[in-house]
């Protein structure tokens, strides 16, 4: 799969806006720039979407190319797996995580094998926007982290952004990409806001990692909605006397290695943090790799801070499954007392 050039920035905003605003932000500027662009998914027209990231979209390029579909989400990939096909640039909404799952067979028999299936002859420029994780208080199907299923489909970016300027940045790479890509928008970071710039110099490009914060103790490997549950446990690690380094990876495929690697053999201990579950989840692969390139630096083994092996827990209860600063702290601990 080929990584997408950097996008030509837009006019910056004066002031701070939300991470949803930047994601419709970038919609509207694709679209603006590219009529192959069209937008699919359950109430993205009139309502703008449950989270209003498409808000005023279709009022400004019309029904055709912002249009509300059934509530059938194998019908909306399937349809979007032909207009890619055809040339056109389509992106989808999955309206919550969960829901998701009955275009799931799609992604796997249609849009990941299709590049491979034509001997690269036919490109796939399909994005798959799906609101995942926790933190919202939503009910049953509102709040899975199901990250792992996309990074182990063969032929899918799986994009992540954990940053108001990432959301922007990266949704334009993805939308600009000619493979297929996942981009999974954090629900509980929808309402953060930023300033960024758009004329400077643009977000690095699917594959590179982003230290968020340098240390020397230990190196904290997250992404999404975990990136600030890391920098807080970094602040209050200071009062223990520990330095701990922070990587937002950004993008889960293409996987960074070489900055992920680079920062673990400094520090020769690491923690991975993130919402979806710990067995067979996201963090496993990330402490095989690091292990497996990292362990002749390692003082420690490599933990990992989850969620729980459960089905999403109900709304009273998620702030017990979803990793805190203490638990994230409590791993640190584990590495070894005298990290400094």
């Not at 182990?152 to 954990?162: C, D, I």
Request: overall charge negative; hydrophobic content about 45%; glycine content about 8%.
């Amino acid at each position: 799969m080929t990584a997408p050039a950097r996008i030509p920035a837009a006019p910056s905003p004066r002031a701070p806006v939300s991470m949803a605003q930047a994601l419709n932000r970038a919609l509207r500027d694709a679209m603006a720039e590219d009529p192959a662009v069209h937008l699919l998914g359950e109430d993205i027209g009139a309502l703008g979407g449950v989270f209003r990231v498409t808000d005023g979209l279709a009022a400004e390029f019309g029904e055709d190319r912002c249009t509300d579909t059934p509530l059938a989400e194998a019908g909306i990939l399937g349809a979007a797996t032909g207009m890619a096909m055809y040339g056109l640039r389509p992106v989808v909404e999955m309206q919550f995580d969960a829901f998701a799952y009955p275009a799931f067979e799609q992604l796997v028999s249609h849009v990941s094998r299709m590049r491979n299936r034509t001997r690269g002859a036919l490109p796939m420029p399909l994005t798959v926007r799906i609101p995942y994780g926790g933190g919202i208080g939503g009910v049953e199907h509102h709040s899975d982290s199901s990250e792992s299923y996309y990074m182990a489909t063969p032929g899918l970016h799986v994009v992540t952004p954990a940053t108001v300027a990432d959301a922007y940045g990266l949704l334009r790479q993805a939308i600009a990409s000619d493979d297929p890509v996942v981009f999974l928008e954090p629900k509980r970071l929808y309402w953060a806001k930023d300033t960024f710039d758009l004329d400077g110099p643009g977000v690095p490009p699917f594959g590179r990692a982003v230290v968020r914060r340098p240390g020397s103790s230990a190196t904290l490997i997250t992404y999404g909605p975990s990136l600030p549950v890391c920098l807080e446990a970094a602040d209050a690690a200071r009062a223990e006397g520990w330095d701990l380094g922070v990587i937002d990876l950004r993008t889960l495929v293409p996987f960074d290695d070489a900055t992920v690697c680079a920062e673990v053999r400094r520090t020769g201990r690491a923690v991975v943090v993130h919402e979806a579950t710990g067995f067979a989840g996201p963090g496993a692969e990330i402490a095989a790799r690091v292990t497996e390139r990292c362990f002749h630096h390692l003082a420690a083994p490599v933990l990992r801070v989850t969620g729980y092996d459960i089905p999403y827990p109900p709304p009273l209860l998620e702030r017990h499954h979803l990793p805190d600063a203490d638990r994230v702290l409590e791993a640190v601990s584990r590495l070894q007392w005298d990290l400094v």
